[in-house]
């Protein structure tokens, strides 16, 4: 069983930074993929970046390429989301997802874990 906890949220101005952390537990946390998704108000939970098992693999959403990055510390079982150059429209509740899998993972239903959420509010 994996257990993971997203922290880093909250309010920033368009154009600021936020960093997203997310811990887990778990024996498998260092040889499975991970990932960064998000739910705005109305709308569907969507892929925003992945994280191979080793951290040497990353693939992002086209909307966030370029001012987001993930990587991953497997000596503390911890995945980050570096956000820079926020907008408006990245405004949502950003979730941490695990999966069994090895490899990039960019479809929502493979992820078996999920995190309770953390807000990010961009203001303009």
């Known amino acids: 069983q994996v257990q993971l906890v997203e922290s880093g949220g909250g309010l920033v101005q368009a154009g600021g930074s936020l960093r997203l952390s997310c811990a887990a537990s778990?024996?498998?946390?260092?040889?499975?993929?991970m990932g960064w998704f998000r739910q705005a108000p109305g709308k569907e939970r969507e892929f925003v970046a992945t994280?191979?098992?080793?951290?040497?693999?990353?693939f992002y959403a086209d909307s966030v390429k370029g001012r987001f990055t993930i990587s991953r510390d497997n000596a503390k079982n911890t995945v980050y989301l570096q956000m820079n150059s926020l907008k408006p429209e990245d405004a949502a509740v950003y979730y941490c997802?695990?999966?069994?899998?090895?490899?990039?993972?960019?479809?929502?239903?493979?992820?078996?874990?999920w995190g309770q959420g953390t807000q990010v509010t961009v203001s303009s």
């Open positions: 997802a695990g999966t069994t899998r090895v490899d990039l993972t960019l479809e929502r239903n493979l992820y078996n874990y």
């Open positions: 994280i191979n098992w080793s951290g040497a693999g990353t």
């Open positions: 778990g024996r498998t946390f260092g040889r499975t993929a």
